[in-house]
C-alpha cells in the first residue's frame, strides 16, 4: 500500500515541477511528453510482469532499475525553490547549468570561514537565505 501511494504521488509531482521547470513557450509541449511519459510506463508495467513468467527475476530487475536511473538522472535535475518560472527559451537554457549534481553544497558546513574554502568552494555561489513557507507568505501578504 506504501508503495501505491509513492508511485501516485510521483506521478502527480510530474506535473507541478514540469511546469516549473519548462520556460513558457514550451511548457504545454514539455507537461504533456512528461505525462506521456508517465503513463508510457504505466501502459508497459503489465508487459514486464508477463515477462516474469519466463525468467522471475525480470520485474525485479526492471522495476528496479528503473526506480535507482530516474532517482540518479533526478539528481541532475536544477533547483527551482525561491525562481521566478521561466519565461524564454534563453532563461531555459541558462537556468541551473553548473549545478551538477549539487552534492558539494550539500555537504558543505556552513559555518565555515570564507578563507579556508577549498578552490573548488571558491567556483560556486555563495549560500542563499532559503525562505520557509511562513516567510514567503508573510512576504507577499505585506505587499497586498
Given at each position: ?127 542563499r537565505q532559503i ?14
Amino acid at each position: 500500500m506504501i508503495g501505491k501511494f509513492a508511485i501516485s504521488g510521483a506521478f502527480n509531482i510530474i506535473y507541478i515541477y514540469s511546469a516549473e521547470l519548462f520556460p513558457t513557450p514550451v511548457r504545454s509541449m514539455g507537461v504533456g511528453m512528461s505525462s506521456m511519459s508517465a503513463r508510457l510506463s504505466g501502459v508497459i508495467a503489465p508487459v514486464i510482469l508477463i515477462l516474469g513468467n519466463y525468467w522471475e527475476p525480470v520485474p525485479l530487475i526492471v522495476f528496479g532499475g528503473c526506480s535507482l536511473l530516474a532517482g540518479a538522472l533526478a539528481l541532475l535535475l536544477p533547483e527551482t525553490l525561491n525562481h521566478s518560472l521561466l519565461e524564454t527559451v534563453q532563461e531555459g537554457e541558462e537556468f541551473g547549468k553548473g549545478q551538477g549534481f549539487g552534492l558539494k553544497k550539500l555537504f558543505r558546513r556552513p559555518n565555515s570561514p570564507e578563507g579556508s574554502s577549498s578552490a573548488d568552494d571558491s567556483k560556486e555561489e555563495p549560500y542563499r537565505q532559503i525562505l520557509t513557507y511562513d516567510e514567503i507568505n508573510a512576504g507577499e501578504s505585506s505587499k497586498v
